[in-house]
Nanobody
Framework: QVHLAESGGGLLQAGGSLGLSCVAS????????MGWFRQAPGKEREFVAA????????YYADSVKGRFTISRDNAKNTVYLQMDSLKPEDTAVYYC?????????????????WGQGTQVTVSS
């Protein structure tokens, strides 16, 4: 079992920056691919970014490419999402997810464990 805990959400104005963190339990974090997803009110959960076990490979949704950066620190069992140039449409609950086996993917069903989420609200 893997427990994921997100933090760092908040309320800010458009154009601002915010960093999210996700700490994972377990001693095999360094072998997992990790992803960030988000869900806005009335919408389905959507892929944001993913990173492979080593951090060498990343993948982003077109909507956040160039503005968001995913990274990880395996020594701290932590994955990060740095969000810059935020827009009101980035408002959502942000979730981190762990994929125990395999390379990075963008589908909800590709991930095995999920955190509880952290709210990000961007005002115009």
């Amino acid at each position: 079992q893997v427990h994921l805990a997100e933090s760092g959400g908040g309320l800010l104005q458009a154009g601002g920056s915010l960093g999210l963190s996700c700490v994972a339990s377990g001693r095999t974090f360094s072998s997992y691919a990790m992803g960030w997803f988000r869900q806005a009110p009335g919408k389905e959960r959507e892929f944001v970014a993913a990173i492979n076990w080593s951090g060498a490979n990343t993948y982003y949704a077109d909507s956040v490419k160039g503005r968001f950066t995913i990274s990880r620190d395996n020594a701290k069992n932590t994955v990060y999402l740095q969000m810059d140039s935020l827009k009101p449409e980035d408002t959502a609950v942000y979730y981190c997810a762990a994929r125990v086996y395999g390379s990075i993917r963008s589908g909800n069903r590709d991930y095995d464990y999920w955190g509880q989420g952290t709210q990000v609200t961007v005002s115009s």
